[in-house]
Each structure stands twice: as structure tokens, then as C-alpha cells.
């Protein structure tokens, strides 16, 4: 299974950015699709994930500013960030599971999403 990411970049605060991760491969089913971020120096945490009806969860920092969604036609995930702050500048990492109990769970190579002016 192959976790493509791509739309990270640099950008100034108060911009906007959408991230998209694509699954290919040997997957049959998908039940999550989440996004997660790690900044230097700190662990990896959950920015925000959507699981199969649609239900969302998000980080409380980014609660108003990010939206989760995605295309199952497409095994394709999606994370519209907008009204950035340079505390969201991290790496941001796709995940994929199969089932409600993550008995296979896929991580993308990760993303750079730097908020500066």
C-alpha cells in the first residue's frame, strides 16, 4: 500500500494550504483516513481524522480553521487548513486504517507545512 501526499508548503500567516493524500494498492477497504503532524522537538499528534459515514475528530487547535474530508472513490483524504499560524508549522503525516481496530494502519512519507512571513 502507497500513501502519496503532496500540497505542503511555506506559507504566510493567516494563509491557507490543502493537503491530499492518495492510497493505492493492495487495500480493500478503508475505514479511517487522519492526518498527523510532529514539530521539531516535539511527538507526533493528531491534527484531524474521518472515519467510514463521515464521522470527524479534530485537534482543538485547529477546531474552526481545518476541515477533514474524503474521497472514497478516490482512497483519497483531504486537509483544507486555512487561518494558519506559524504553530502549525510540523511535518504532516497521512494515516489509513482498515478497520476500527487498526489491524492494518498505512503512514505517508510526510509532509512540510511551514507557516513564516
Known amino acids: 500500500v502507497q500513501l502519496v501526499e503532496a500540497g505542503g508548503g511555506l506559507v504566510q500567516p493567516g494563509g491557507s494550504l490543502r493537503l491530499s493524500c492518495a492510497a493505492s494498492g493492495s487495500i480493500f477497504s478503508i475505514y479511517g483516513m487522519g492526518w498527523y503532524r510532529q514539530a521539531p522537538g516535539k511527538q507526533r499528534e493528531l491534527v484531524a481524522i474521518?472515519?467510514?459515514?463521515?464521522?470527524?475528530n479534530y485537534a482543538d487547535s485547529v477546531k474552526g480553521r481545518f476541515t477533514i474530508s474524503r474521497d472514497n472513490a478516490k482512497n483519497t483524504v483531504y486537509l483544507q487548513m486555512n487561518s494558519l499560524k506559524p504553530e502549525d508549522t510540523a511535518v504532516y503525516f497521512c494515516?489509513?486504517?482498515?478497520?476500527?481496530?487498526?489491524?492494518?494502519?498505512?503512514w505517508g512519507q510526510g509532509t512540510q507545512v511551514t507557516v513564516s512571513s
Open positions: 494515516n489509513v486504517w482498515t478497520d476500527s481496530m487498526k489491524t492494518y494502519d498505512y
Open positions: 474521518i472515519v467510514r459515514g463521515g464521522s470527524t
